[in-house]
């Protein structure tokens, strides 16, 4: 069995977002899932250094509702805390099991986000003793150098514009025109969970002219 792993850590991302002074939101609704594994209290930075308020919801109706209800009741009153919106499977200190099995398994290493570059300490990779399970030591790549675009989004793609916030997804250039469901170019409509595809999916079909938001 080999694995190619490409895995991510997701508030090291956050974290580069709110340290570059322009994050493009206003309050934060934490992943249930991560919070499940690794705990809520993860996102406790976003409160304490960032003064921002931040919900870590689950994948119901109920759950988001309550989360998006907590960080709008806290931008309007003032109030700043982390609150865990998904207490039935989100506990304090995550899954100890899981994080023990992370750790026999796993190494934190400086990851390339596509269109973003390189994020310290935000992906997986599997352990040295580990190595002849790890498809990208046993089968290096030799593709030519000029072929490869390792990291980067395809042509005229704005896919990494709209994962920082920066436009909407139907400000891309490619939006609506070249990229379509049928036809993607970038990640963000390849996926059912990119934000293209979501939009593209609630009708919102029309490109319109690029704008940076404030």
């Avoid at 190619?4 to 934060?28: I, Q, Y």
């Avoid at 409160?47 to 960080?71: N, Q």
């Avoid at 596509?114 to 994020?119: K, L, M, S």
């Avoid at 916030?165 to 490619?174: F, M, S």
């Amino acid at each position: 069995m080999f694995i190619l792993l490409s895995g991510r850590l997701t508030w090291p991302a956050v974290a580069m977002l709110l340290d570059s002074g322009s994050p493009g939101f206003d309050a934060l609704v934490a992943p249930g899932h991560v919070s499940t594994v690794m705990g809520p209290e993860e996102w406790r930075f976003v409160v304490d250094r960032h003064h921002l308020p931040a919900a870590v919801a689950g994948f119901t109706s109920e759950s988001l509702l309550a989360a998006f209800y907590s960080v709008l009741r806290q931008l309007q009153s003032g109030e700043r805390f982390l609150d865990n919106c998904y207490p039935e499977v989100a506990h304090a200190g995550g899954n100890a099991t899981a994080i023990r099995l992370l750790n026999q398994t796993l190494d934190i290493v400086d990851a390339n986000w596509r269109g973003i570059g390189i994020i310290p300490r935000s992906g997986y990779a599997l352990k040295p003793h580990l190595a002849a399970h790890d498809a990208r030591v046993q089968f290096p790549d030799h593709s030519a150098p000029d072929r490869r675009r390792a990291g980067e989004m395809p042509p005229g793609c704005d896919c990494a514009q709209v994962v920082l916030g920066k436009i909407y997804p139907n400000q891309c250039r490619l939006f609506g025109s070249a990229c379509t469901p049928r036809h993607p170019v970038g990640p963000c409509m390849v996926s059912d969970e990119g934000a293209c595809r979501i939009w593209w999916a609630g009708g919102m079909r029309e490109q319109v002219m690029a704008t940076a938001i404030e």
